[in-house]
């Protein structure tokens, strides 16, 4: 069986991405020819990707011998989404830098991404204090996108298993509604919902997303009122053995 890797992301998707992510791993060659990575801050700016890192860090003395680098931008919750970027790094360090200004501008510029104007001025005289900075700049070549949200055959899977794993019962009373609306319980798995979650808007159950999405891909209905899930799709029941059958056509395709 053969396995695809999900759709890319659009380029608007990944111009978008990173402009707003967080932290990027940053990925060196070492000398024995093992892969250092690190999480970093960062700023991307007319595509390019502005790292400050102390000079004498592992990542530093990689890049000055072999200027190549990976750098990879993903999100931890599903569904999951990454950039992969292959480039080369220009690591410029600081005495030549503050000669044109750039240092000082750059530096407070990457920690305005994560903190107040003030607090990143009184930051980057701390760090400053601390130790000699160099800036990595990040000249991407090749980019490789994934986007799980976009993969029918990842949804399918999913909702596959959380079909076989859990049926939806004949009659849910309402003393069970009002017991998993109160814990905040995906009424399909019973896990308590942390974070990303679906509320029917009509009896205001709760799904979590893995649910909600299966349910949306499947029968598309709210167990307890029957409301859709998904408005622009179809509602009907889910029957495993037909599910079943098509998975193994598909498969063998
Ligand atoms: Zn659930
Ligand atoms: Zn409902």
């Known amino acids: 069986m053969s396995y695809t890797q999900s759709p890319p992301l659009t380029k608007k998707e990944?111009?978008?991405?990173?402009?707003?992510?967080?932290?990027?791993?940053?990925?060196?060659?070492?000398?024995?020819?093992?892969?250092h990575a690190v999480p970093v801050w960062f700023n991307y700016k007319n595509g390019h990707f502005i790292i400050?890192?102390?000079?004498?860090?592992?990542?530093?003395?990689?890049?000055?011998?072999?200027?190549?680098?990976?750098?990879?931008?993903?999100?931890?919750?599903?569904p999951g989404k990454g950039?992969?970027?292959?480039?080369?790094?220009?690591?410029?360090?600081?005495?030549?830098?503050i000669k044109e200004g750039t240092t000082y501008k750059e530096g407070l510029e990457l920690l305005e991404k994560y903190m107040s104007k003030e607090e990143?001025?009184?930051?980057?005289a701390g760090f400053r204090?601390?130790?000699?900075?160099?800036?990595?700049?990040?000249?991407?070549?090749?980019?490789?996108?994934?986007?799980?949200?976009?993969?029918?055959?990842?949804?399918?899977a999913v909702a596959y298993t959380q079909f076989v794993l859990y049926t939806r019962p004949d009659r849910i009373t309402d003393e069970e509604v009002i017991f998993h609306i109160e814990k905040k319980?995906?009424?399909?798995?019973?896990?308590?919902?942390?974070?990303?979650?679906?509320?029917?808007?009509?009896?205001?159950?709760?799904?979590?997303?893995?649910?909600?999405?299966?349910?949306?891909?499947?029968?598309?209905?709210?167990?307890?009122?029957n409301t859709p899930i998904d408005e622009s799709k179809s509602s009907k029941p889910f029957e495993i053995e037909k599910y079943e059958k098509k998975m193994k056509k598909s498969k063998k395709s």
């Open 129 to 156: 204090a601390l130790t000699d900075w160099v800036t990595i700049t990040v000249i991407p070549e090749r980019v490789v996108s994934y986007d799980f949200a976009k993969d029918d055959k990842h949804w399918n």
């Open 52 to 78: 400050k890192t102390p000079e004498k860090t592992l990542k530093v003395r990689n890049l000055m011998r072999d200027n190549r680098l990976t750098l990879l931008l993903d999100k931890e919750i599903p």
């Open 185 to 225: 319980i995906c009424l399909v798995c019973k896990k308590e919902i942390l974070k990303f979650t679906y509320v029917c808007p009509e009896c205001e159950i709760f799904y979590c997303m893995n649910c909600s999405q299966a349910l949306a891909n499947l029968e598309n209905v709210c167990w307890v009122c």
């Open 120 to 124: 990143a001025e009184k930051t980057f």
């Open 14 to 35: 990944i111009e978008d991405f990173c402009s707003s992510a967080k932290v990027i791993r940053i990925c060196t060659h070492n000398e024995d020819g093992t892969i």
């Open 83 to 97: 950039v992969i970027i292959y480039g080369t790094a220009e690591v410029e360090f600081e005495e030549e830098e």
